[in-house]
């Protein structure tokens, strides 16, 4: 998969290289980016997106604003649960869609000038007129690319974090917009973590969110933990954690009191793995790399001769100075291995002639990958995009003929 040339302008970033990009807008300032994607062909229709929406795989939700207040339900929705389109006021978010579609993961790639271990997935979100979610903040940047339709955007530094009581969305209590503006399909709108926005469709529309991973420090901290734990659970080596002791207790008239020499074993305890600083970037690098709960994968086909591998679209890959991490699962590397295997993960495809390179170990590694569906041979992929967007234009022939009919 190409990478972005950093210095290169693009229209993606309304004539901004992507470094340059960085450095004026990253966590800084919005930025409003007029055609920056062509979108006269959406890579997901309507009945595309509803029928993801009915998946038990995908996770989707229903806002609804009605007289009675703001509504909220989780998918899957079959089409009779969704109310009639021609209703005003209502939404439908579907989240990883990247994983779904490959033409939603070639979009989402055309992101990698931002850390993978950032990048988090591709939302889509049908608005019938006047749909939306309400005023907002969001805790990480988010492009919000608007696919077809319209919708009016109204932004605002965040001034009142207050949210509305007792409502199901997090609604904010005293939204002031600073700034307009009416997205037509190919335009995008780039924001910074806590920058107060409205959305508000204007008829029919589609619209595309691109969000990051961002961790709360107590988040990460609880979750390397835990994997670090796991792990050491996995060990069944004999006394592989020493047990603490005391063989110098004595008789004590105040047993509730917990001993000083324990306090010291428990600090003692949690330093120790705070030191082991390979336990945790290993942690870090297996935890970014875990597949979300409903991601799945599908047994694939051995390694062929001559013939190019890619990584599934639902494959997370990453590496660090000593190791490769892949869904979850790390190895560590070193010398040409790890060369190729950084390349695989920075391109998410490796040629012919690199695998003929690859020594028995890797090509090992890789064959597995391959069988668990990480890995994929890179024809078969073509293949399953070529069905998928045959089924996709079989989907808007179909309706084009019904309303002929």
């Keep these: ?27 800084k300032r919005p930025l409003l980016i007029r055609g920056a994607v062509d979108v006269a062909r959406p890579f ?10 009915a998946r038990e795989d995908v996770e989707s939700r229903l806002v609804e604003q009605r007289k009675s207040g703001w509504q909220l339900r989780h998918g899957p929705f079959e089409r009779g649960a969704l109310p009639p389109v021609a209703r005003a006021g209502w939404s439908l978010l579907v989240q990883g869609v990247d994983q ?3 033409a939603a993961h070639e979009l989402l790639a055309r992101f990698r000038f931002v850390p993978d271990a950032r990048l988090d997935d591709l939302m889509v979100s049908w608005a019938s007129d006047g749909g939306g979610v309400g005023p907002h903040f969001d805790s990480y940047d988010v492009f919000l690319l608007q696919l077809q339709g319209r919708r009016r955007w109204r932004i605002g530094r965040l001034a009142d974090p207050e949210l509305l009581p007792e409502l199901p969305l997090k609604i904010l209590a005293n939204f002031e917009a600073e700034e307009e503006f009416l ?8 924001l910074p973590p806590r920058w107060a926005h409205d959305g508000v469709a204007e008829g029919e529309c589609l619209t595309a969110s691109i969000g990051f991973r ?10 390397l933990i835990e994997r670090m734990l796991d792990d050491e659970e996995d060990d069944e080596t004999p006394d592989a954690s020493p047990r603490f002791r005391d063989p110098s207790q004595v008789a004590t008239s105040s047993p509730a009191d917990i001993p000083a020499r324990l306090q010291i074993f428990a600090a003692e305890a949690v330093a120790r793995r705070l030191r082991d ?34 990584l599934d679209r639902r494959t997370r890959m990453l590496y660090d100075s000593r190791h490769v991490f892949i869904n979850g699962e790390s190895w ?3 010398g040409a291995d790890a060369r190729l295997l ?26 597995r990958w391959c069988k668990d569906g990480w890995l994929r041979l890179a024809e078969a992929m073509m293949g399953e995009a070529r069905d998928e967007s045959e089924r996709s234009a079989s989907s808007v022939r179909n309706r084009r003929n019904a309303r002929r009919a």
Excluded: C
């Design 332 to 334: 560590r590397a070193a």
């Design 277 to 310: 600083a390979d336990a945790i970037a290993i942690a870090l690098g297996e935890w970014l790399t875990e597949p979300k709960p409903n991601v799945w994968f599908e047994a694939g086909a051995p390694i062929a001769a001559g013939v190019a591998l890619a």
């Design 214 to 223: 961002a961790p709360t420090r107590d988040e990460l901290a609880r979750a």
């Design 342 to 367: 950084r390349a695989l993960a920075d391109t998410r495809r490796l040629e012919p002639r690199a695998l003929a390179r690859a020594s028995v170990g890797a090509r090992e590694l890789l064959a």
């Design 44 to 53: 997901v229709d309507r009945a595309a997106l509803f029928a993801l929406a």
């Design 183 to 190: 997205l037509e399909a190919g335009d995008m709108l780039y």
């Design 100 to 102: 779904q579609l490959d």
């Design 1 to 27: 998969m190409p990478q972005p040339e950093l210095d290169t302008v693009t229209p993606l970033l309304a004539g901004l290289s992507p470094r340059s990009f960085m450095r004026r807008h990253w966590h």
